[in-house]
């Protein structure tokens, strides 16, 4: 399934190591995954940090996305064959769907340290890869699920068999509404405009809501920081979260089904 990042030759795996017919080497980590990302950066440079990473880690861990974890598992309940997990964070929904024996689950992200944390969660093959050039064979998964991350049609549809699938999932309209209406003092909905693309075909679309009370400022912050709102939103909107202990709010995702042709 996986392919060597210098010559794109097919990776096997040895004692604690994957090796091409070129002698190109990969070491497994003692965590059990695999860095194939080529950079001249450190890895522990690229992508969410350490703090980062925990933090998401902890949040998704106390289950306030579990609706959106149980629905994906759900499309899978029945399901057999090679799944792709594209830039699958630290694990989260990743090893769920591990938890389906019928189903054989890869996950990567170009953040060294997301994987590290999603190799400790198990129940998938994890490696560090960029998701413009992904290390794997040739039409070699029955599915990919791709959640909350830039949409790269040309690999996605290259990586899926004929007939394959791709799961994509984007924020609802009104996802975190409620912490919405405390930032700002004019409120938007999300367009809910789902990748377009001429290499897939949309097959459906259903919608995965809940209400959640996050219990914490450390919560609140958490999700916060888990959102593009984080990085557009100005010092003063910022600050009204600061006096918020606890927050009710709607979420809602989109899982949006794709087939290649």
């Known amino acids: 399934m996986l392919c060597c990042p210098i010559c794109g030759g097919a990776l096997a795996f040895e004692d604690k190591a994957t090796r091409c017919a070129k002698n190109h080497s990969f070491d497994i980590a003692r965590e059990g995954y695999i860095n194939l990302l080529r950079s001249a950066k450190s890895g522990d440079l690229i992508g969410d940090n350490k703090d980062s990473a925990r933090s998401r880690r902890d949040f998704l861990n106390k289950g306030y996305y579990a609706p959106l974890k149980d629905a994906l598992s759900a499309l899978f309940a029945d399901k ?3 799944v792709l997990d594209i830039c699958c964070g630290e694990g989260y929904y990743t090893s769920a ?5 019928e189903l054989c689950v890869y996950g ?6 997301m994987i590290r944390l999603a190799a400790k969660r198990g129940g998938a093959t994890y490696f560090v890869a960029n998701m ?3 290390p794997v064979a040739d039409e070699s998964f029955d599915w990919a699920v791709h959640l909350f991350a830039p949409f790269h049609e040309r690999e ?3 990586i899926l068999k004929p007939g394959g699938t791709l799961y994509s999932v984007i924020p ?3 996802h975190l509404w409620g912490l919405k209406t405390k930032l700002y003092d004019t409120p938007y909905l999300n367009d809910e405009k789902l990748p377009v693309t001429d290499m897939l075909a949309l097959k459906s679309k259903q919608k995965v809501s809940a209400n959640i009370t996050l219990n914490t400022a450390q919560d609140i912050d958490s999700v916060f920081r888990m959102t593009p ?7 003063n909107d910022k600050s009204k979260l ?3 202990s606890a927050l009710e709010t709607e979420i809602e995702f989109v899982i949006a089904e794709y087939v290649k042709m």
């Open 97 to 101: 769907l591990g938890e389906n024996p």
């Open 229 to 235: 709102y984080y990085y557009h939103t100005s010092r």
């Open 132 to 134: 413009a050039a992904i």
């Open 242 to 244: 600061e006096s918020i």
């Open 108 to 113: 990567f992200d170009i953040s060294k340290e």
């Open 156 to 158: 996605f549809a290259r």
């Open 172 to 174: 609802g309209s009104r």
């Open 80 to 82: 057999r064959g090679t």
